[in-house]
């Protein structure tokens, strides 16, 4: 508390000097600036977010804080929190400032190592691309109609995950079927007289349904002779 005083009584006061006419009990010192600091919490696995209670007290007027965070990185506004990104040992430090005070306070942070998730480790599929009649060096051949059965039903998947099946039969490279149960696995087309093209597709996908990797294809020459 300020008390409002005569100059010359001010300054003496400061100087705790008691000067001529300023009564004693209107000494007025100049209030020590106090500030306290602690960090919530003060460790935890990275990355770790943590918020700063900053205590100040005997500040004159306003004040502003300089925070050092101990991990090269720094602030003025001692209420944001802050994250610590890698494990390490961290001095949090504080200084507050009026125009005539200064105060300082740290605390402490310890980051232990993150349970960081360990790194996809999923497979792709094991395709098996079949047909019947046999594909000889990927050409199919027979005479009209010509009816061959595609069949992906003994791909397997490492990790267990769902199969996708996808089939294009008639060359125009958009395809015919596709999904994940038996049915999709193994389809039959009948074959006029001509040269053809078909693909055969196969895809792991997660819970919702998304590709966990590219597409495996074969494509196969179907030559059927009238
Ligand atoms: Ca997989
Ligand atoms: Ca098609």
Redesign the pocket.
């Known amino acids: 508390m300020t008390r409002r005083l005569p100059m010359a009584c001010v300054l003496a006061g400061i100087l705790a000097v008691v000067g001529a006419g300023c009564p004693e009990e209107e000494t007025v010192t100049a209030p020590a600036l106090s500030a306290t600091c602690e960090a919530r919490p003060s460790s935890g696995p990275a990355p770790l977010a943590v918020s700063f209670l900053v205590g100040v007290s005997g500040a004159e007027g306003p004040f502003s804080v300089a925070v050092s965070y101990g991990d090269g990185a720094s602030g003025t506004n001692p209420d944001a929190p802050h994250t610590y990104a890698t494990a390490g040992s961290f001095t949090a430090a504080f200084t507050v400032t009026t125009a005539t005070q200064s105060a300082r306070c740290s605390t402490a942070v310890t980051v232990e190592p993150g349970t960081s998730p360990s790194p996809s480790t ?4 094991k395709a098996v691309f079949k047909s019947t009649p046999d594909a000889a060096g990927g050409t199919i051949r027979g005479t009209a109609s010509l009816s061959v059965r595609f069949n992906m039903c003994a791909s397997t ?3 267990g ?1 769902r199969l996708y099946f996808l089939m294009d039969f008639d060359d125009d490279g958009g395809f015919d079927s596709g999904g994940t149960t038996g049915a999709h696995c193994r389809r039959d087309w009948i074959y006029a007289a001509g040269t053809w093209k078909a693909r055969n597709c196969l895809r ?1 996908i997660d819970a919702n349904g998304k590709a ?2 590219e597409d495996q294809c074969k494509t196969y020459s179907v030559v059927v002779t009238p």
Do not use: A, F, K, S
């Open positions: 999923n497979q792709p599929p998947d490492p990790d995950d792991d966990l990797h």
